[in-house]
Structures are given as structure tokens and as C-alpha cells.
């Protein structure tokens, strides 16, 4: 399974990562990505940019060196209705939005709590693309969840750095496997990101890709296997 692109990637300004754009862009280049995305965490994430960086997304060449360069936004999930931390200019300005949920930003919740924002978040139609889903932190009904997300059309994120040992997440291997199988069981799509907070990290899925391949997922439920796959979740204005 070739993944064309990483959607979910953080740089220095994020001010818990430690690479620059151009690094992070390089290393997905060095990776054979056709696409970049950059979704730095909305207001909400303390130490995150202002309003300001989204404003001034204009001056970012729309291609680099061949690869495609996408501008988007990793909000964050403020209350169990499932409302978002991103002002309406902010919105304007991306060109596409993941919403997760973070421990800053929201206590950990009840199952039904968790679930009830999630499914809030996925109703909003800007957002597209659902970060995370995974921890046990933030226990979730995967069944409610995959069947919001067929039926509002956002994508739920497979996330590879939740499969790094020391993932501050909680049971991300045991959680992905549910969440894989429900999305089969639904036909619901799913995104492969990294989620990288360092450039050597850009484009790199391989704890998922051999997890997708032992489940024997189709890749037609994956959505970064095919470029038109950013169609789902680039929004349209
Ligand atoms: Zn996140
Ligand atoms: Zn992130």
C-alpha cells in the first residue's frame, strides 16, 4: 500500500516540535509524498500560534520542489457538544481542518461524553477529517462514531504516532484495531497520517502500514492511497 500523502504534521510553531516547515516538506519529499499538509494546533493548545499565522497562509508557495502544499488546522475539540477552538477567519483561511480532542483543552470525559463531541465535531460540515480516535484517555463508542462519521462524511484518522511506545495516548494499538474493524464492518474511510512533531517522522506510516496489511484493510477505505483521495476532505469554496 503506497500512502501519497500526511495531512497531520506539526512545525517549531507549534512550540512542542522541533522542525521547520521547509524540514518537515524535505523530509516528505525524501519520502515520495505528492502532498504536505501543515495542521498546526487552532488557538486552544497553549504555547500554538495566534490567529495571525492562519491569516498570512497566502505567502506559502501552493507547490514546493513538487510536492503539493496543503494548509490546514488541527482544532481542538472545547466541550462535549463537540464546538471547536477556530474563529470564523481562521476557518476561511484553511484548506482543510482535522478536530481532536487534547488534554489542555478538554477534561477527559465519559464514554458518552466523548462520543457525543466527537459526533457534534463530525455534524459541523468544515470538518472533515477526525484526528486521533484512539486513546483510551478519551474512551469513545465506536460504533456511534463510525456510523456519525458514514453518515456526515468525515474521514477518522488512523495515527501512527499513536502506535510509538511512548505515545502519551493510552491503548492505541488495542483501540486502532477496533476502529480499523468498525470502519471495515461500516464502510467507513479512513486517513493514514503521522502526526509528526519532527521532520524524520513526515510521511512515515510504517507501524500502520503493517498493521493495515495484517487486517488486510481494502485500500479502497484508505484514503491517501489514491491523490483524488484529498477531494474528501480539502474544503470547497
Ligand atoms: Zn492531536
Ligand atoms: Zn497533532
Redesign the pocket.
Known amino acids: 500500500m503506497k500512502l501519497l500523502f500526511d495531512l497531520?504534521?506539526?512545525t517549531t510553531e507549534s512550540g512542542h516540535a522541533y522542525c521547520t516547515l521547509m524540514e518537515n516538506i524535505n523530509c516528505g519529499k525524501q519520502q515520495g509524498l505528492l502532498a504536505y499538509g501543515v495542521?498546526e494546533?487552532a488557538p486552544a493548545m497553549p504555547g500554538t500560534v495566534s490567529e495571525m499565522y492562519f491569516i498570512n497562509f497566502k505567502v506559502i508557495p501552493k507547490e514546493i520542489d513538487g510536492i503539493r502544499i496543503l494548509c490546514g488546522v488541527?482544532a481542538n475539540i472545547i466541550d462535549y457538544d463537540g464546538n471547536i477552538d477556530c474563529s470564523e477567519l481562521i476557518c476561511s483561511k484553511v484548506d482543510y481542518m482535522?478536530a481532536?480532542m487534547h488534554s489542555h483543552c478538554i477534561p477527559y470525559g465519559t464514554v458518552e461524553e466523548n462520543t457525543r463531541a466527537l459526533i457534534g465535531a463530525m455534524e459541523n460540515p468544515i470538518i472533515k477529517i477526525i484526528?486521533?480516535p484512539d486513546d483510551s484517555r478519551y474512551p469513545i463508542d465506536y460504533d456511534q462514531v463510525v456510523q456519525a462519521a458514514v453518515r456526515t462524511d468525515t474521514i477518522l484518522e488512523l495515527n501512527n504516532?499513536s502506535l510509538h511506545p511512548l505515545s502519551a495516548r493510552k491503548n492505541g494499538l488495542e483501540n486502532i484495531k477496533l476502529l480499523i474493524s468498525k470502519c471495515v464492518e461500516y464502510g467507513a474511510k479512513m486517513i493514514v497520517n503521522s502526526?509528526a512533531?519532527f521532520c524524520f517522522d513526515v510521511g512515515t506510516f510504517d507501524a500502520m502500514e503493517a498493521l493495515l496489511e495484517e487486517m488486510n484493510v481494502p485500500e479502497g477505505l484508505i484514503i491517501n492511497t489514491d491523490i483524488s483521495g484529498l477531494d474528501y476532505v480539502l474544503i470547497k469554496r
Open positions: 497531520h504534521t506539526h495542521s494546533h488541527e482535522i481532536s484526528g486521533h504516532s502526526d512533531h
